[in-house]
């Protein structure tokens, strides 16, 4: 799986919107974009993928540059519960091979001020 | 909504003792997998399962390690001979299909203790 890059840290305040970034300049083309949290003493939980458009759910909204170096998730009103390590995640399109694994990075630990 | 159950929640062990952990995978779900995730650091990939057999194990699954299928529900990892470097968070996680577009659902994980 390609490389992503993400802050170590960032902070916010709740019911504020946090843009959490990430960075993967070396995508390929059939690479989807998977972001998963890890809530304390939780396992990791899926948030939202997308491959080139920008993607909404009821979690979050992932907005993908044009060139698809970059990525950011969106959390349009942050609550305590978003308190978490946020992981992004390249993914190839074709299955099989080492398509099996998610490879996690150290992720981006979001603080959420009361 | 579904969710993919482990149990026990934590266990604690001797070192040289063999420990069994379990998993329920979500009920339609086709693909399994073992995580784990040392205290402090990331979470790491162990070993994926399909169609009663391993599809991709890391360097970490070495022989002491194995999985199981062993009936149409639970999804087992045991560690024959537990080492002390063993003591982790293991997380199962499960998903309908495989690809640059599936989802993985984790489990709540088990904390293995080795003492």
């Known amino acids: 799986d390609a490389k992503t890059t993400q802050p170590n840290s960032m902070e916010s305040n709740e019911e504020e919107p946090v843009h959490l970034p990430c960075n993967h300049s070396t995508i390929s083309g059939t690479d989807y974009i998977h972001w998963y949290r890890q809530l304390p003493s939780q396992g990791p939980e899926y948030v939202i993928h997308g491959l080139t458009s920008n993607v909404n759910n009821r979690m979050a909204s992932l907005a993908i540059a044009e060139d698809r170096k970059s990525s950011t998730l969106i959390l349009h009103r942050a609550t305590l519960r978003d308190a978490a390590v946020y992981y992004c995640?390249?993914?190839?399109?074709?299955?099989?091979?080492?398509?099996?694994?998610?490879?996690f990075g150290k992720g981006t630990l979001l603080t959420v001020n009361p | 909504e579904p969710e993919v159950t482990q149990t026990p929640s934590h266990q604690v062990t001797q070192m040289g003792q063999e420990v069994i952990l379990r998993c329920v995978p979500i009920?339609?779900?086709?693909?399994f997998y073992w995580y784990r995730q040392i205290l402090g650091q990331k979470v790491e990939f162990l070993v994926s399962f399909y169609n009663n057999e391993i599809s991709e194990k890391s360097e970490i699954f070495d022989d002491q390690f194995s999985v199981e299928r062993p009936d149409g529900s639970n999804f087992t990892l045991k560690i024959r001979s537990t080492k002390l470097e063993d003591s982790a968070m293991y997380f199962c996680a499960s998903s309908a299909n495989r690809g640059g577009w599936d989802i993985q659902y984790f489990g709540a994980g088990t904390r293995l203790s080795v003492l």
């Open positions: 009920s339609n779900h086709l693909y």
């Open positions: 995640i390249l993914r190839d399109l074709n299955s099989g091979g080492s398509n099996y694994k998610l490879t």
